[in-house]
């Protein structure tokens, strides 16, 4: 016989439920930060047009990869778990009993 694998249960992938969650607040956090560069460079344009053109860009991208790592689904494809061998082997079958005498097992052949 072969090695049986174990499989261990860390190697499952999160709930539907906890990735949508996650990818949630990851959309909301991108979207506060753009909040912030727009309102940088609306307070920043009469102090510094570079910084406010700066962070005018940064509020005009970050929406654009907001999207799509929102939208990028669950994590990768579910690759091979993690596991480890368990070496098993059958006990090896019982011969004659210790204190068996050959003129019983000569009896049983026809």
């Not at 307070?43 to 654009?64: F, N």
């Not at 098993?88 to 068996?100: D, E, H, K, S, T």
Request: charged share 20%.
């Amino acid at each position: 016989m072969g090695k049986a694998k174990a499989v261990r249960i860390t190697g499952a992938r999160s709930s539907l439920t906890d990735d949508v969650r996650a990818r949630q607040r990851r959309y909301m956090f991108s979207m506060l930060v753009r909040t912030v560069c727009v309102i940088l460079a609306v307070v920043l344009w009469q102090e510094s047009r570079i910084a406010a053109i700066v962070a005018l860009v940064g509020g005009t991208v970050i929406p654009y990869f907001a999207v799509v790592f929102a939208n990028a689904g669950r994590e990768g494809a579910p690759k091979a778990p993690e596991s480890f061998a368990v070496d098993f082997r059958p006990p090896p079958a019982l011969g004659p009993g210790a204190g068996a005498d050959d003129s019983t097992t000569d009896s049983l052949k026809p």
